[in-house]
């Protein structure tokens, strides 16, 4: 059996990537041959990248970036399984250089982005696939949103970039952004004005502020009166523009732009895992159905 030296594992290593003992082993395995265990790994690595698709990645981060001029923007959400997986360096890098690409690139959608040429050559859901096989865990780039501004962009990022935001606004200073940018990731506001409230949000509210005002007893044309201060107090807590500024609550946003002569065009709001369902397990079960498995066996 030939000798595997630490040079061979260190090039094959430099050549896939993949951790150490699994180039030891692929050497082993054929037999000292370099190109012969560099195909092993990427049959091994593919078929782990298989394997992983299957699971659901609810966790991970926010990678964003903005342009020196601040007048474009990107933000994308990568996921993965575990919050481990997305405190690592790999993964932190590849969420950055996803936004990068973003920015410069503006792909229409995700499979477009996964298609694109990454700074190593190789393609996006080829890095991909790499990175699921060195981690083992499921990756998935969920959605990602670009802005270009029609006034400078602000940006914040919350929480280990679990939450992200960027405002497009005119006027005021650099703070006034952040403080913007900030609100948003505090608030989560659905829209920046009532008029962009989803009417289906507004009729579910509705629905339910009826719901409630019949109970009271009261006669039709209260009611309504009810109904309406419901509504009305529930757009003024969702929109970015009705809301309380967060630094003082004795004004509302749109009264801060107005005295700073400023005004927001858009925003975006990431939140990480927003709207996945994510897998919920019984550690004891699981050991005992594994048990049960083994006793058979």
Known sequence: MAEITASMVK??????????????????????DLAKAEEILRIKLGNRASRAATRIAAEGLVGLRVSPDAKRGAMVELNCETDFVA????????????AKLVVEANPVDVQALSA?????????EEVRGALIGRIGENITIRR?????????LAQYVHGGAKIATLVDYSGGDE?????????????????????????????KERDIAAAKAAESGKPANIVEKMVDGAVQKYLK???????PFVKDDKQTVQALLKAKG????????????????????????????????????
């Open 87 to 98: 405190k690592n360096p790999d993964f932190i890098a590849f969420a950055g250089e996803l």
């Open 11 to 32: 090039e094959l290593r430099a050549k896939t990537d993949a951790p150490m003992m699994e180039c030891k082993k692929a050497l082993s395995e054929a037999g000292g």
């Open 175 to 203: 703070q006034l952004g952040r403080d913007l940018a900030m609100q948003v990731a505090a608030t989560r506001p659905v829209a920046l004005s009532a008029a962009e409230v989803p009417q289906e949000l507004v009729r």
């Open 144 to 152: 990602f949103a670009r802005l270009e501004a029609t006034g400078r």
């Open 262 to 297: 400023a005004r927001v065009s858009k925003f975006v709001l990431f939140v990480v895992g927003e709207g996945i369902e994510k897998k919920s397990s019984d550690f004891a079960a699981e050991v005992m159905a594994q048990a049960g498995m083994a006793a058979k066996a």
């Open 237 to 243: 807590e969702v929109t970015l523009l009705g809301q």
């Open 116 to 124: 694109m040429r990454h700074a190593g050559g190789s393609s996006v």
